[in-house]
């Protein structure tokens, strides 16, 4: 059964929200939406969020921060637009959907956001900047479910501020049949919100260069829920900067006496799904074995399954002016639909036999851009109910 936003009304909330973790038998759910997706907008916060990426795996590609980006007005600092090739958006669509139609296929209630108008997405507008709107896609950065309570992190790229608003008729169902609804601080998200400790030089400007604003607070919260491995009772929180451990501060205050959260330094830049994943209770998928040492002392006696070196067979072959925002790990990015059965990319057949090998069920599905657009087949998803409980798996 699948839903979409003309339809939401009558379908939504049919079971209460419920949803601890990656594992258990899914029963609902929400699949992005990337209608009306045809450019990329580098501004400030996408060149700090995708800093690892644009400089590791676009070599002939120019990078750096505000002021010395400018747009196309050639203003300094102003949102610089790249078009995306009709063909790769074509081809993203068509997958986003039978991803969807798989779901949905298998007995999962599949819900769909708001979807933006083809000709005329829209802009964000705050006192202190302007952004083109980016469709309700990789889902999964902004909405952390935890339990019966689905809470709206604060957003660390400008063009994705107002994003859960297209989700917000399926939020306001969950709500009617008794949901907790919760809307982290909105950052102002000026220039000097911003902790730019990570960069590394080369054509990226110092803190002290950027552009001064009537609205600055200093640095602010700012913490996407892809950064959070659910486990029942627990959440672990992979912090990289300021603005993340802000956020995370705010996670453990209003979580205190319903979950524990255990905070992880620098595992990745920023999200943590492509690097390690919970399958069930007591079994990770993990980018490599050195992950481990980073991770709560309890999650280190978890089995461990190492995924396999990415191949650039799995990957089409891109034109030097085709960004890459993801890296070649970006297959680890799977969804589980119960304790034995994974949905897995279908070009990464390695990683379906490895797991095959380990008791699990594999089922392949197409998403051939995953390193154009910023993710995978998890964080184009929200599980909203799911049979399990808050359980202790890390006592």
């Given at each position: 059964m699948t839903t979409t936003e003309e339809s939401i009304g009558s379908a939504v909330g049919t079971r209460a929200l419920n949803s601890?973790?990656?594992?258990?038998?899914?029963?609902?759910i929400v699949v992005g939406s990337a209608a009306a997706y045809r450019e990329h907008?580098?501004?400030?916060?996408?060149?700090?969020?995708?800093?690892?990426n644009l400089t590791d795996d676009n070599p002939n590609r120019p990078h750096g921060y505000y002021p010395q980006l400018t747009g196309g007005t050639?203003?300094?600092?102003?949102?610089?637009?790249?078009?995306?090739k009709q063909?790769?958006?074509d081809e993203l669509n068509e997958d986003v959907e039978g991803i969807a139609d798989v779901l949905s296929g298998m007995g999962v209630t599949v819900h769909r956001p708001i979807a933006l108008p083809a000709q005329r997405p829209g802009e964000v507008r705050t006192p202190a900047w302007s952004a083109p709107v980016l469709p309700p896609l990789n889902i999964r950065d902004n909405s952390l479910v935890l339990g019966d309570e689905v809470i709206e992190t604060s957003p660390m790229l400008r063009s994705r501020y107002f994003e859960t608003q297209l989700?917000?008729?399926?939020?306001?169902?969950?709500?009617?049949?008794g949901a907790r609804w919760t809307v982290m601080p909105r950052p102002l998200m000026t220039d000097q919100s911003f902790d730019l400790s990570r960069t590394l030089g080369g054509n990226t400007e110092t803190v002290s260069a950027s552009r001064l604003s009537p609205y600055d607070v200093g640095t602010e919260m700012m913490i996407d829920a892809a950064q959070c491995l659910r486990l029942g009772r627990d959440l672990v929180v992979n912090i990289a900067t300021s603005n993340h451990a802000l956020g995370c501060d705010w996670l453990e205050r209003h979580l205190a006496g319903r979950f524990r959260v255990h905070r992880i330094y620098n595992l990745t830049d920023s999200h943590i799904d492509s690097c390690v994943v919970p399958l069930?209770?007591?079994?990770?998928?993990?980018?490599?074995?050195?992950v481990m040492d980073r991770l709560p002392a309890a999650l280190q006696k978890w089995t461990t399954i190492v995924a396999p070196e990415p191949d650039a067979s799995m990957f089409p072959a891109y034109d030097d002016d085709d960004l890459i925002l993801t890296s070649p790990f970006i297959d680890l990015n799977v969804l589980s639909l119960d304790e034995h059965t994974v949905l897995i990319n279908e070009a990464n057949p390695e990683l379906g036999r490895l797991l095959e090998r380990h008791g699990f069920s594999t089922v392949p599905v197409r998403h051939r851009h995953r390193r154009l657009f910023g993710g995978g087949l998890h964080c184009f998803t929200l599980d909203t109910v799911r049979d399990g409980a808050g359980e202790d798996y890390l006592m």
């Open positions: 601890y973790d990656d594992w258990s038998p899914l029963r609902e907008v580098r501004d400030l916060s996408f060149e700090l969020f995708f800093y690892d050639g203003e300094p600092g102003a949102p610089r637009r790249e078009a995306i063909r790769y958006v989700l917000k008729p399926i939020f306001m169902r969950y709500f009617a049949g069930r209770p007591g079994v990770l998928l993990v980018r490599s074995a050195q």
